[in-house]
């Protein structure tokens, strides 16, 4: 906003809020850097297109991990603790006292890095096939002084190691997966019978006319340069895109052997699942 009588710019607390906050609930900033970075693979992306072959989320440019850090690293710290775990059975008494938690696509860490902070009695074992988002992960551990529990590996949703876990989660991942009934699998295997596993997904309806809305327009803009072009680029023959509904979701997780799966919270940009045993 702008005044003329004093030549002052300012921002309503709406627009600081969504604009001038790094650590806030909104970080839109962060938004925008992961689209320009993801314009810099236009003509890699319709090339794909041509041939079906897909291109990797590591084969995309610097901004794309950094900004897509920033802006879901903000909705994580806002909702996480507060909402997120304490909707799931039981899940916050188990990290109070000492749980073994795999974080499965981490990214540059955000998210384990903040469990790890939360939760100091729990174990935290991030991976990622992305070496480079890895090493980035490893660096924001230390820095935030919680290496000494939190630990990252460079692995796929397939084959991650480890086993017992009591907590799983995959933040803003899963859908991006070559072979999400594979990771479904995987997690399955590695989970206790009295495990969770936590999935954190983008807003999404199951139709196309239930995400004709603002949000739902990013997210398949996002689904159509990243997403998909990722899925496509793996091995794997099921590409769900961001947008793929609960019902999609839901039908991953049973085909994997989870008896029990629910939709446990939602903010404007993200559904969060339970999947038990």
């Not at 003509?43 to 084969?59: K, L, M, N, S």
């Not at 990622?128 to 992960?137: K, R």
């Not at 949000?215 to 769900?240: E, H, I, K």
Request: hydrophobic residues 40%; proline residues 4%.
């Amino acid at each position: 906003m702008y005044d003329a009588e004093s030549g002052e710019f300012w921002l309503t607390e709406e627009q600081a809020l969504a604009l001038a906050d790094p650590a806030g609930p909104v970080n839109v900033p962060g938004a925008f850097q992961l689209a320009l970075g993801a314009l810099h693979g236009v003509p890699r992306i319709i090339d794909a297109f041509r041939t079906g072959d897909g291109v990797g989320w590591h084969e995309q440019h610097q901004d794309v991990f950094l900004g897509c850090e920033q802006f879901f690293r903000a909705g994580y710290a806002a909702h996480l603790v507060t909402d997120w775990l304490p909707a799931l059975d039981g899940v916050t008494g188990k990290l109070e006292a000492g749980a073994s938690v795999a974080d499965v696509g981490c990214g540059l860490g955000a998210s384990t890095v903040l469990l790890a902070g939360q939760y100091p009695q729990s174990r935290f074992a991030g991976s990622d096939y992305h070496g480079g988002s890895i090493e980035l992960a490893r660096k924001r551990a230390a820095d935030a002084g919680v290496a000494d529990r939190a630990s990252f590996e460079v692995a796929t949703a397939q084959d991650f190691s480890g086993s017992g876990y009591d907590l799983v989660t995959t933040f803003d991942c899963l859908h991006d997966m070559g072979d999400p009934a594979g990771a479904a699998r995987h997690i399955r295997r590695v989970i206790s019978e009295d495990g969770s596993w936590l999935i954190v997904e983008p807003m999404a309806g199951d139709t196309v006319a239930d995400n004709l809305n603002p949000v739902g327009r990013v997210y398949y803009s996002f689904s159509t340069l990243l997403c998909v072009p990722n899925a496509r680029s793996q091995q794997g023959d099921c590409a769900l895109g961001a947008q793929a509904g609960e019902a999609a979701i839901r039908a991953v997780a049973q085909e994997a052997g989870f008896s029990r799966f629910r939709r446990a919270a939602e903010t404007p940009f993200n559904l969060v699942y339970e999947a038990r045993p």
